[in-house]
């Protein structure tokens, strides 16, 4: 498989390219983190998952179609930034979430916002795997209506896009009570 | 198209140019829609945060489905390697003669499930909580020290997920199953994970026709369990 095409099939919402992709580069970046940072073996494997997301976003994203040097260039790139980042003590506002390292997509914005988004995240647990799933699809995974309707083996588009805002509006109870109307940022 | 509809959109970023900035202009001007579209951005970050979360859960349960072969340093793995072929050449001969018994099943693929979780991450918390604590007893393999502690802390699903995990460890497969199978009917996640360890407690437990059922339902999909369970339906 070609790099190109291992974007291509993560783009279209392929896990096993992706999983493909994670386990074939894994040895060589966490013995590189350790041997050049001197990165303990957890940490290493946590930067490894983090850059991994982090690709995986650029990729769904639109913002890697294709590359020039090699897949592996691209991640050591992105991992030695957050391991200088991780360093640096940047992520230690987040240490918390296991997931929420800076990443190379997102602009610094103000804690409250990233605490009330955190919030959410919480109350997206109280929605059922069923909603969770759809929701993530859309807006995390970046595949259309179409392709939800595919995967999760809706009957059709309507019936797919319907159950999105049914989960949409029970999010929005959940968490509307909670977030005051001064917490909005222009 | 209602304004609830069209923030949505908006904020998803598929409206197009025009109603963008019409909805930009209104936005000045009423309070509510300005209010409307921060909260929409807001959920969005949440459910990005969310997703975030459940791949770094898929990338942890990739690695917990590895073998100890393939997490191996690179000095053995020639040996393991050959040692595997000649384990696995053996077990075609054995299989083909005396056919898969459960025990063997259980055996060839049950490892205890191995987490990347917090508590091993990025230094140690010097102030560890209850659930930390029977946690780092799980991964230290105490389990009857974890399944004393886990049994102490709060119910949860994580709670429970590491409770059953310390059962199957301690081979008490009845109770496993029942929590394994309780997480997976309330759709708790990691669901492969749960499914793949209630298949095979059942195995053990010489439930065939529910492990086969459990078993399907992750060769369907795509998890880190997927070539192991198809494995195993076909020596089942």
Redesign the interface.
């Known amino acids: 498989m070609t790099k190109n095409s291992t974007l291509s099939l993560i783009q279209k919402g ?3 390219a992706l ?1 493909q992709l ?2 074939s580069h894994k ?1 060589e970046f966490v013995q590189w983190l350790q041997g050049s940072y001197g990165a303990s073996e ?2 290493s ?2 930067i490894y ?2 850059t ?2 982090a690709m ?2 650029n990729i769904v994203r639109g913002k890697l179609k294709t590359l020039d040097s090699s897949i592996k260039t691209y991640l050591f790139a992105i991992g030695k930034n957050k391991y200088l980042s ?1 360093q640096r003590g940047e992520s230690k506002k987040t ?6 390292l800076s990443l190379e997509t997102e602009d610094n914005e103000p804690t409250h ?1 990233e605490e ?6 919480k ?3 109280e929605l ?3 909603c ?1 799933k759809i ?2 699809l ?4 970046q595949l259309s209506i179409r392709e939800i309707a595919e995967k999760l083996g809706y009957k059709n588009e309507d019936t797919a896009k319907n159950q999105k ?1 049914k989960c ?1 509006q029970k ?2 109870k959940l ?2 009570p909670e ?1 005051p ?1 001064n ?4 | 198209m209602n304004y609830e509809e069209k923030i949505e959109d908006f904020v998803a970023g598929t409206l197009s140019e025009k109603e963008s900035g019409e909805l930009m202009e209104l936005a000045k001007v009423d309070r509510e829609i300005a209010y409307k579209i921060e909260l929409e951005k807001t959920l969005k970050k949440g459910i990005e945060n969310s997703g975030r979360s459940a791949l770094k859960k898929y990338l942890m349960e990739i690695d917990s489905a590895q073998t100890p072969i393939i997490r191996s340093s690179k000095t053995w793995r020639p040996a393991l390697v050959a040692a595997s072929a000649i384990v696995i050449a053996s077990l075609s001969v054995y299989l083909t003669m005396y056919g898969a018994s459960q025990a063997s099943l259980f055996k060839d693929f049950y490892e205890p499930y191995t987490s990347y979780a917090p508590i091993t991450k990025r230094g140690m918390a010097k102030d560890l909580s209850s659930f930390e604590l029977a946690q780092k007893a799980y991964e230290q393999g105490v389990y009857d020290k974890a399944l004393h502690l886990f049994n102490s802390v709060a119910k949860s699903d994580e709670r429970d997920f590491y409770l059953a995990h310390s059962y199957l460890a301690l081979k008490e497969y009845q109770k496993a199953a029942l929590i394994l199978g309780e997480l997976k009917a309330k759709e708790a996640v990691p669901q492969s994970t749960i499914t793949w360890y209630l298949a095979l407690a059942q195995i053990k437990l010489g439930e065939i026709e529910k492990a086969k059922e459990n078993l399907k339902y992750l060769r369907q999909r795509s998890n880190p369990y997927q070539e192991k369970a198809d494995e195993i339906l076909n020596r089942l």
């Open positions: 392929e896990k096993k999983e994670y386990i040895s957890t940490e494997i946590d998952q983090d991994i997301i995986y976003e991780y240490e918390l979430s296991v997931i929420a916002e009330l988004s955190t919030h959410v995240a109350k997206i647990e059922g795997t069923a969770q929701l993530q859309y807006y995390f995974d805002y949409m999010l929005r968490v509307k977030i109307k917490s909005s940022t222009s």
